[in-house]
């Protein structure tokens, strides 16, 4: 974990105040880690937002401390529009919104806009007055991080872009071969 804290790609630096911009970058990881899902290689999105709605206390674990779950298909309605927000946290210690879109393919610069956009609704719709300016987290299942770096460099809302790992075939069948080295039955309660 230690390597992997503070390593995403964001424009917290120049979006937000020192202090809160050191947090920040501190309580977002890269990548992050799902070992706890077991998804199809050709998952879609849904897909993995279900998976980590089903292992929640496991996806807050990873996510760090001070994440509390606000929603999932978060409705926002713009101008007549519906739009949803694939994920929706709040962080207790920096007392703002964590938005958070899901990508199963690499990283596109225009999903930055799109969170830009996101954003700018939370802050305007949810934000209350001891509120501090949402950020968005984008996680793909790749990025290349010149691209993620240009995409970010003049946006002027915080986000940041991380990569997610899911467990390869060959970790779950090792995972589920150690599962089988455990006593098949337990032993009696007059056996102890």
Request: glycine fraction near 8%; aromatic fraction near 10%.
């Amino acid at each position: 974990m230690y390597r992997r804290q503070g390593r995403a790609i964001t424009n917290f630096q120049t979006t937000l105040p020192a202090a809160e911009s050191d947090l920040a970058q501190q309580l977002i990881k890269d990548p992050y880690t799902f070992d706890f899902l077991t998804l199809a290689q050709g998952a879609r999105e849904r897909e993995l937002e279900g998976g980590l709605l089903g292992h929640l206390r496991d996806f807050l674990l990873e996510l760090g401390t001070g994440f509390a779950f606000v929603g999932s298909q978060v409705p926002l309605e713009v101008g007549g529009e519906d739009f949803r927000l694939d994920l929706l946290f709040y962080h207790l210690k920096m007392r703002r919104f964590v938005v958070i879109d899901l990508k199963m393919g690499p990283f596109k610069p225009e999903y930055a806009g799109k969170m830009n956009f996101y954003l700018a609704v939370v802050d305007d719709l949810l934000h209350h007055s001891d509120d501090k300016p949402a950020i968005g987290l984008i996680l793909c299942k790749a990025k290349n991080r010149v691209i993620a770096e240009y995409a970010l460099r003049d946006i002027a809302t915080p986000m940041g872009v991380s990569g997610f790992k899911l467990p390869t075939v060959e970790e779950i069948e090792a995972a589920l071969t150690a599962e089988d080295t455990f006593p098949s039955t337990l032993p009696s309660r007059e056996a102890s």
